[in-house]
């Protein structure tokens, strides 16, 4: 039996907002496995297990840059809100969009390593970033990067400064940059059905089956019950099977034939998601509940 941890039970809690509680239940009869327990609350407690799953706890800002048929889309990460608002941060973010769609470098080394000067900063990015880490007094990075470049046409779009979507298309630019507001707000993760991550249909497949057996439905019904959940998924998940934010009558697929437009790829990144939430909070509140059960004792 694998050790439950109060950091185990944090992450989990941060993911799925269920009771401290249920998460360790979930953790100790998953044998520590964070993705199966995560599935079992899911069963047991529907939606709400999945409503803070998108919340994040590192700050930052995306940007982007197209110049041409080269582009970049890039998260930049700090330590708090306030500095997203600083100058010369959000100076270094789009600085660092511009160069890296312009030299397409292999890596963030090789980004860091491009010539560029800022508030007294350089001569490379990367000396900049260092520069400024002393100069604000707050660490800064440069996460991640999705870079384009060839014969395809590309635009943008940022939702404020934490989501920003980029977009390969050919046709009509406003009817592309219309998909690029529509995956920020819908968050698809493939194009199509058949593109979907195997581990993701995997994991929704499991919980669909979980709650097919609790139903005690006989078992053609709950064979079809669990394919209708993967299915339904399958289209929640699809670009082109969503609908179309600005118009929920068609399909993103039946607008853009309207326009006789295609959609090649899209990246979509949003601040922070993925990295782990910091833990201080959820052991103080520990901690106030021993205290509590003592005083009541």
């Given at each position: 039996?694998a050790?439950?941890?109060?950091?185990?039970?944090?992450?989990?809690?941060?993911?799925?907002?269920?009771?401290?509680?249920?998460?360790?239940?979930?953790l100790?009869?998953?044998?520590?496995?964070m993705?199966?327990?995560?599935?079992?609350?899911?069963?047991?407690?529907?939606?709400?297990?999945?409503?803070?799953?998108?919340?994040?706890?590192?700050?930052?800002?995306?940007?982007s840059?197209?110049?041409?048929?080269?582009?970049a889309?890039?998260?930049?990460?700090?330590?708090?809100?306030?500095?997203?608002?600083?100058?010369?941060?959000?100076?270094?973010?789009?600085?660092?969009?511009?160069?890296?769609?312009?030299?397409?470098?292999?890596?963030?080394?090789?980004?860091g390593?491009?010539?560029y000067?800022?508030?007294?900063?350089?001569?490379?990015?990367?000396?900049?970033?260092?520069?400024?880490?002393?100069?604000?007094g707050?660490?800064?990075?440069?996460?991640?990067?999705?870079?384009?470049?060839g014969?395809?046409?590309?635009?943008?779009y940022?939702?404020?400064?934490r989501?920003?979507?980029?977009?390969?298309?050919?046709g009509?630019?406003?009817?592309?940059?219309?998909?690029?507001m529509?995956?920020?707000?819908?968050?698809?993760?493939?194009?199509?059905?058949?593109?979907?991550?195997?581990?993701?249909?995997?994991?929704?497949?499991?919980?669909?089956?979980?709650k097919?057996?609790e139903?005690?439905?006989?078992?053609?019904?709950?064979?079809?019950?669990?394919?209708?959940?993967?299915?339904?998924?399958?289209?929640?998940?699809?670009?082109?099977?969503?609908?179309?934010?600005?118009?929920?009558k068609?399909?993103?697929?039946?607008?853009?034939?309207?326009?006789?437009?295609?959609?090649?790829?899209?990246?979509?990144?949003?601040?922070?998601?993925?990295?782990?939430?910091?833990?201080?909070?959820?052991?103080?509140?520990?901690?106030?509940?021993?205290?509590?059960?003592k005083?009541?004792?």
């Amino acid at each position: 039996m694998a050790a439950i941890t109060a950091s185990m039970v944090a992450e989990l809690r941060a993911k799925t907002d269920a009771p401290m509680m249920e998460c360790k239940k979930a953790l100790t009869e998953a044998d520590g496995d964070m993705v199966k327990a995560e599935e079992l609350l899911r069963v047991k407690l529907g939606s709400k297990a999945s409503k803070a799953s998108s919340r994040v706890t590192a700050e930052g800002v995306v940007c982007s840059f197209i110049d041409g048929h080269s582009g970049a889309l890039i998260e930049v990460n700090c330590e708090t809100d306030f500095v997203t608002k600083n100058d010369s941060f959000l100076g270094l973010a789009q600085a660092a969009a511009k160069l890296a769609a312009q030299h397409q470098p292999a890596d963030i080394e090789a980004l860091g390593a491009l010539k560029y000067e800022q508030d007294g900063f350089g001569p490379t990015l990367e000396d900049v970033r260092k520069g400024l880490i002393g100069k604000i007094g707050e660490n800064m990075s440069f996460r991640r990067f999705k870079l384009f470049h060839g014969d395809t046409a590309l635009t943008s779009y940022l939702h404020g400064t934490r989501i920003g979507v980029l977009v390969e298309y050919a046709g009509d630019e406003s009817a592309a940059r219309d998909v690029a507001m529509h995956v920020a707000a819908m968050k698809p993760v493939s194009l199509t059905s058949a593109d979907v991550p195997a581990e993701l249909i995997e994991r929704e497949r499991s919980v669909a089956t979980a709650k097919a057996a609790e139903s005690g439905k006989p078992a053609d019904i709950a064979a079809k019950m669990i394919e209708g959940s993967v299915q339904k998924y399958l289209k929640e998940v699809s670009l082109f099977d969503q609908a179309f934010v600005k118009n929920d009558k068609q399909t993103v697929a039946q607008m853009l034939q309207s326009v006789k437009t295609t959609i090649k790829s899209f990246t979509l990144y949003v601040v922070g998601e993925g990295i782990e939430r910091k833990v201080d909070d959820f052991a103080a509140e520990v901690a106030a509940q021993v205290a509590a059960a003592k005083q009541s004792a």
